[in-house]
């Protein structure tokens, strides 16, 4: 048997690549001609070494990428001695790759310009906690910090409707070597979604592996740059997603919204227990009531408790944490968020004034927080 390097290449040509759709020499991913070195004695195998070039080191598709590349060069090296029933036992082939992109950072450096990351979480789905994590963040902007916001919601994404950014796309920028997504800025907040990238009239049919590595991609691969406040509105209850926020970033603390209804505070309690977990430990920087009651517009100085009263403020008091704000349920929030123009826009009216207040609050727990605690230690689970 007689190996030569356009052998190999004939093998390579044979094998699809799932990001391109086309064979691995048509996508230009055989780096350099490769090498075919004879047995030095006898018993000894054939040596074939070839270098694939993929896209970066997360390819999804590199594991079965690589394997499909070495059945097919043992095949084709079998076919030249001439037979092809079985892989060769007879050739050594060894598949090294390089990446376009320079690797992904290592878990704990992958937001080395964040200097505080804040974690918005409900216990119950509906609370408003995506209307709270917008508002909170233009709220900042508007304070002067330097502010990120993601969107960790996988299967139920808002942001992009919430800033009106529904049909903007992120682009690719080149950075220290790597292809980083670009947020979208508005309302002085960098911003980034998954729903950025999905039809927002189709459900997202993943699984949780699927969904984790969307987040992680999210986190570790655009460009965040300098932040005072990196702000995560997560999905409700408790799932993968929190558990890879837990594992990939050192979260300054948590912020539970909930409403008074003891419901919605019985699933506020399952929140505040995860993070309180000894293995988890992320500090809670305190609770928001949302819905705390309804103003009519024609009527704005009443109140009616239709959730009940001071649930959050019992809960805190329980809790030993503080309680940050307490946001009245008045129907231009919602009006306001569908149409893109959160109420913290405006400080002229009692909704955009309470958001800024809960900034105003955040910003003085966090500054406690970093003065009295050690950094939050990035989750070490299986």
Known sequence: MTLYPQLIMDALATVTYAGTKKNLVESGMVADTPSVAAPASEGEPWKVKVVLEFPRD?????????????????????????????????????????FKSAPRPEVGQMLPGVKNIIAVSSGKGGVGKSTVSAN????????????????????????????????????????????????????????????????????????????????????????????DYFILDTPPGTSDIHLTLLQTLPITGAVIVSTPQQVALADARKGIDMYRNEKVNVPILGLIENMAWFTPAELPENKYYIFGKEGCKHLAEEMNVPLLAQIPLVQSICDNGDAGTPAALSSDTATGLAFINLAQAVVTVVNRRNREQPKTKIVGMK
């Open 136 to 227: 909170l963040a233009i709220a900042l902007a508007r304070l002067g910090y330097r502010v990120g916001l993601l969107d960790t919601d996988i299967f139920g994404p808002s942001m992009p409707k919430m800033f009106n950014v529904e049909d903007e796309r992120p682009y690719a920028v080149k950075k220290d070597g790597r292809d980083l997504i670009c947020p979208i800025e508005k309302y002085g907040v960098k911003l980034l979604s998954i729903g950025f990238f999905v039809s927002p009239t189709t459900a997202t049919l993943w699984r949780g592996g699927m969904a984790t590595s969307a987040l992680k991609q999210l986190i570790a691969d655009a460009d965040w740059g300098e932040l």
């Open 58 to 98: 997360t390819d999804p598709f590199l594991k079965s990428t690589v394997k499909a590349a070495e059945a097919a060069i043992k095949y084709y090296c079998k076919k030249e001695s001439g037979d092809s029933s079985q892989e060769s036992e007879e050739v050594s082939v060894e598949i090294v790759t390089e």
